[in-house]
């Protein structure tokens, strides 16, 4: 049977997943994971400090291995039928490379050097240099250039990490001609480009991380940047002015990538884009829709027209960018810095001793057997108890900033907190307060956009929390007195991108046409329970005096 394929490549934090798609119902004919692994061996990073790095070797083996694999898993003749490849990545995640646009990490000299690999998305080692950036922009003497940015920059993003490794490490300050993010790398390795005035870069990477904007044609002048630090002097003219929207070609497949990959030469490859926002893409988002990809953090991605936003700026969020959505429309991001995140992590803590225990007896297989299969299940049985202890009977109330926070108005300083702690306070109880901090501190988000005026029609949920939890999804609807509706693809983010790679494959001509053909809709919606939100806004209170108080009264 001929029929249009196309391939959507998923570059997580832990793994990459390829997805091949039949582009006339959006059903996947074959899939494949690769788990990335130095990150799996904790090389490269050092989490007391929240540095995160990642060797580009990993993405390298894990683009082949993914891909392979599932050419090997599809029906035979299959690589004929292709007709485009897009790929989303997390970000920022940005690297020092040579004028090539080769990483610095895959020279000799440089392969160990954490500095010299990419810096991940939750890498916040650079929260002096957002600080810096920040001040600079308030009060260098002329525009304030993270207005397009919700007036904050973040650790997170692209020139924070850039100015933290030139302050950090000399070498790399020697031998660094530029910076290229994961999600234009990857596109510009499958397509062969050799110079770096060549790749393509992504819109949405470019507007939400690194300052880009039409109005200043490009990045910030010479002048703010050398005013945030010295150090930045001369890293604009060796970047790019232009930037490009996912629906458009990053370039073709060349002969070796296609030999290594098992497919055919000369395959469109589409411009890449972040993760969120094509996930978004696969959840439905259309015009006033807001998603919310769920996993270890959140993205929360809007689409507003044009004419509806005009001249307004939203404070507090993480950038609205025209077209880094969908083309044609403002994309508006905000999220969340941990949210499954927090729930491994009391797993991992009330969990110690029995991982002590297993590392004290190796070589009982029982009983390794035993210990594997009770962690496993730890989290859904949290669940399932916290699901049943009375809203507000335990007195706890978390705040969700373990890991900083995101949104409103980035602060990665920030730290969690637990209030009205007892010793009837038990693992089920503790867990659920954690879990009604999630909703919160979604809701403060939710409530910023709300508060500029942003009409929000919907609210779709994705991602393996989303898909999961019952329990977490109707505390987010209570919390949120909003219905949500779950996408029903397991796997949202791979299939935006494989929805991208039917335009740039000539399939149909729009993102709306590709959606309307390849979606899969919704498999449920959550309603909010009245009785649950009288109680859940009365604690939302308690949460918001409790956060006030660490963020303006305690010093730590």
């Excluded at 007709?83 to 000799?108: C, F, H, N």
């Excluded at 030999?259 to 439905?284: E, F, K, Q, Y």
């Excluded at 969700?400 to 990665?412: C, I, V």
């Excluded at 009288?534 to 108080?549: A, C, P, W």
Aim: net charge negative; charged share 20%.
């Amino acid at each position: 049977m001929n029929r249009p394929l196309v391939i959507g490549i998923d570059f997580g934090t832990d793994s990459v997943r390829a997805v091949l798609v039949d582009t006339s119902n959006g059903d996947e004919i074959a899939s494949s994971v690769f788990h990335f692994p130095r990150w799996g061996q904790g090389l490269y990073c050092n989490p007391s400090v929240n540095q995160f790095r990642q060797h580009p070797l990993d993405y390298l083996e894990g683009l082949e291995a993914s891909i392979q694999g599932m050419m090997q898993n599809a029906p035979k003749d299959s690589a004929d039928q292709v007709k485009g490849i897009s790929i989303d990545t997390t970000g920022s995640t940005p690297i020092a490379v040579d004028w090539q646009g080769i990483p610095l990490s895959l020279r000799e000299n440089f392969k160990e050097n954490p500095n010299s690999m990419f810096i991940l998305w939750k890498d916040h080692t650079s929260t002096q240099e957002a600080a810096d950036i920040n001040e600079a922009a308030r009060n260098w003497g002329g525009e304030d250039f993270t207005k397009y940015s919700g007036g904050v920059y973040s650790s997170e993003w692209y020139w924070a990490k850039i100015l933290k490794t030139l302050r950090s490490d000399e070498e790399i300050r020697k031998h660094a001609y530029s910076w290229v993010e994961h999600c234009d790398w990857i596109p510009a390795v499958l397509t062969g480009t050799e110079s770096l005035n060549l790749i393509k870069r992504s819109r949405c990477a470019a507007g939400h991380k690194a300052l880009w904007h039409e109005s200043w044609d490009g990045f910030p002048p010479e002048e703010f940047l050398v005013a945030v630090d010295p150090l930045l002097k001369g890293i604009r003219k060796k970047l790019y002015s232009d930037t490009f929207t996912a629906d458009e070609r990053a370039g073709i497949l060349t002969v070796d990538w296609a030999n290594r990959l098992g497919l055919v030469p000369g395959t469109p490859v589409g411009v890449g884009s972040i993760d969120a926002h094509m996930g978004a893409v696969g959840g439905m988002i259309k015009a006033n829709s807001y998603v919310k990809v769920i996993g270890t953090s959140t993205c929360d991605i809007l689409t507003i027209p044009n004419d509806e936003i005009e001249s307004k700026l939203v404070e507090g969020i993480c950038g609205q960018v025209n077209g880094s959505v969908i083309p044609g429309m403002i994309g508006l991001e905000a999220g969340q810095s941990a949210f499954g995140d927090i729930y491994a992590w009391f797993r991992d803590l009330i969990s110690w001793p029995i991982k002590e225990l297993q590392e004290s007896n190796p070589k009982e297989t029982n009983l390794q057997s035993l210990i594997d299969e009770s962690l496993d299940d730890l989290i859904p049985r949290l669940n399932e108890a916290a699901s049943k202890i009375p809203i507000g009977e335990s007195g706890i109330i978390s705040v969700d900033w373990m890991n900083g926070r995101r949104t409103p108005f980035a602060n990665q300083e920030l730290r969690g907190a637990m209030m009205g702690l007892n010793l009837g306070s038990d693992a089920p109880r503790i867990f659920k307060s954690l879990v009604e901090s999630t909703a919160f501190g979604a809701k403060k988000i939710l409530d910023r956009f709300i508060a500029e005026g942003i009409f929000i029609n919907e609210i779709i949920a994705i991602g393996g929390v989303a898909q999961k939890s019952s329990f977490v999804m109707q505390t987010i609807a209570d919390v949120f007195n909003m219905e949500i509706k779950i996408s029903s693809s397991e796997q949202t983010v791979a299939l935006g991108a494989a929805m991208f790679a039917a335009v740039i494959g000539g399939i149909y001509t729009t993102v709306d046409e590709a959606q309307n053909n390849m979606g899969k809709g919704f498999e449920r919606t959550y309603l909010p329970i009245p009785e649950n939100v009288t109680k859940y806004r009365d604690l939302y209170q308690s949460y918001l005096e409790i956060g006030d108080f660490i963020e303006n009264k305690l010093s730590l």
